[in-house]
């Protein structure tokens, strides 16, 4: 990469004498354009589709593409055929390998560019063919059609040619983020392919779907409503997945009903009816009363802190947060890095970030289409030397002053309420996907805690509570709201010396949005009396103090249980 661009024509001619000379270079490389067309410097000549054929430089291509390296330097052949591809394809292919820039890429040539770069299996062009293609799924209209098609038909494309799951993975992140974007996207793509598409792309639209199995409903009532007919084959293979799911997850009773009632009735079709035996043969099953119960678990939380123990110093960090399967948003991400430096007492410590570090946690964050972190969740205190580092380092995608919610719980609890029974905590919120609420009461949901026990602790629980038939009392739950799930992240706030005549909403929060993603399960301290959340221990210092060993060289107390009130905090972040 740090090749100079001014290379004179007597130096260049013998640095690509041979590819083993060359061999210390790695691509991209500006190799300079001029040289593509010096008559010079061309030993290869590569055959296109139609049109005379391209002239180019062997070693230069071999730097780049692994096959052409075989194909001249083991085989010492001077012609490659690529007649499967346009010449114009094959011209911007030399113009990025010689230059190192794969410029001009469009939705109208991608595909083409796509497919040549990966048959010489050019790992940067295909690399940038990816980013190019994040960049359109990430960044499309919601109510778009047109673009999200063209995403959806591509990455189904490259699954099915080229084997390569990424894409696809891209395009279920990027469509199932959002209700409204979901429900759009299931909805036109259902009218607008034929009656029998392929399985392979109805699987894609379930994963799309999946939790919110009410928008494959609705559209499956609107074709046969429109339709007058049958359900098409597509819908059949739809609901037929759904129904080799544990448990039919419906939620809009009402829909679900009327879905049955026109399946009962259409024209055809033993089919049909056989259908429609299952679902209700499926939906009846008895099962226990727990296991009925719809849940959606809560993502980023109980990650065991003991993989990020044994990491040794910070680059090392850095490439495990890259790599890890765990770490799915900036929040993550950042309470990793957080626990990192705070057990190893560098959390006031900047020189122990490196310099670059922030600029590497952007560049990974945009390549994921994350959503940027909340200024308010990591605080604007810079005596942290990671929030000194961002705020020196300032990425202007990195941090958001507004596109997030921060969802308080309605109650505080004291730790052995929160920690230690089964109880429900009940949130306010209505997603913004609800355009109207016709309900009486408040909208909301709630999270469903099952306590640790002094026998079972590793017992304890957090999960959304997902069917509204169970909410009582003023709070309903709107189906839409299941679509943020995936976009919620959990904190703690606690304050102290809550008496027992007072309301601890009007007590002065003390330490606000605690991290936890991190820090395991809650459980008892070794005597029993105290409860512990990672570092985290609600009682008085002095009292069950970290003991020598403690996997956790650094604590924080947080005053007597008895006066020491917890409240949850859920910040949601919209893809």
Request: glycine residues 6%; hydrophobic residues 35%.
């Amino acid at each position: 990469r740090n090749a100079s661009r001014k290379m004179n024509t007597s130096t260049t001619s013998q640095a690509f004498q041979t590819p083993s000379q060359a061999q210390l270079a790695q691509a991209p490389l500006n190799f300079g354009l001029e040289f593509l067309t010096s008559p010079s410097h061309h030993n290869l000549t590569l055959v296109v589709q139609q049109g005379e054929p391209l002239q180019a430089n062997s070693v230069v291509l071999s730097l780049n593409s692994p096959v052409i390296s075989h194909v001249t330097g083991k085989l010492g052949q001077r012609q490659y055929s690529l007649r499967g591809f346009s010449r114009s394809t094959v011209q911007r292919f030399l113009e990025a390998a010689y230059t190192g820039s794969l410029e001009e890429v469009t939705k109208k040539n991608f595909r083409d560019i796509n497919n040549l770069v990966t048959h010489l299996e050019v790992p940067w062009m295909i690399d940038r063919c990816f980013s190019h293609f994040k960049t359109w799924t990430f960044g499309m209209d919601a109510n778009n059609f047109a673009e999200q098609h063209y995403v959806f038909t591509e990455a189904l494309y490259i699954y099915n040619h080229h084997n390569k799951r990424n894409y696809v993975d891209i395009v279920v992140k990027g469509f199932s983020a959002a209700l409204s974007v979901t429900r759009f996207f299931v909805t036109n793509y259902l009218e607008s392919v034929s009656l029998s598409c392929p399985l392979t792309a109805l699987d894609i639209l379930f994963e799309i779907a999946e939790n919110k199995e009410f928008v494959i409903l609705e559209a499956i009532v609107q074709h046969i409503d429109t339709c007058h007919t049958s359900i098409s084959q597509n819908g059949r293979y739809l609901l037929e997945r759904i129904c080799e799911t544990d448990r039919l997850r419906f939620t809009h009773r009402a829909l679900y009903k009327s879905l049955m009632e026109k399946l009962e009735g259409a024209e055809d079709s033993m089919g049909d009816f056989m259908l429609v035996f299952k679902l209700k043969q499926i939906s009846q099953k008895p099962s226990k009363i727990e296991d009925s119960i719809p849940y959606a678990d809560i993502p980023n939380l109980f990650y065991d802190y003991e993989c990020l123990k044994s990491i040794g110093d910070i680059d090392g960090l850095m490439k495990y947060l890259v790599g890890s399967e765990k770490v799915t948003n900036c929040y993550t991400f950042y309470d990793a890095v957080a626990i990192w430096l705070n057990q190893r007492g560098y959390s006031s410590y900047a020189q122990f970030i490196p310099d670059g570090f922030v600029e590497r946690f952007a560049e990974h964050k945009t390549s994921q289409g994350w959503q940027p972190l909340s200024l308010h969740y990591i605080g604007s205190n810079t005596a942290n030397s990671f929030n000194k580092k961002i705020f020196e380092n300032m990425h202007p995608s990195l941090i958001t002053y507004s596109r997030y919610f921060r969802i308080e719980s309605v109650s505080w609890y004291t730790p052995e309420e929160l920690f230690g029974r089964d109880h429900d905590i009940m949130f306010k919120f209505r997603e913004e996907a609800v355009t109207e609420c016709t309900q009486e009461g408040i909208c909301g949901f709630l999270l469903r805690i099952t306590g640790a026990t002094k026998d079972k602790e590793n017992k304890f629980n957090i999960r959304l509570l997902t069917d509204g038939k169970y909410y009582k009392g003023d709070l309903h739950f709107h189906d839409e709201s299941l679509s943020m799930i995936d976009g919620i992240h959990f904190a703690l706030d606690v304050t102290e010396n809550v008496g027992p005549n007072k309301n601890a909403s009007q007590a002065t929060v003390k330490w606000e949005t605690l991290k936890v993603t991190w820090y395991g399960k809650p459980h008892r301290d070794a005597t029993g009396d105290y409860w512990c959340w990672g570092p985290h221990r609600f009682h008085k210092k002095g009292k069950g103090q970290l003991k020598s060993g403690n996997r956790y060289k650094r604590g924080q107390f947080f005053g007597d249980p008895k006066t020491t009130r917890i409240r949850p905090v859920i910040y949601y972040f919209r893809y």
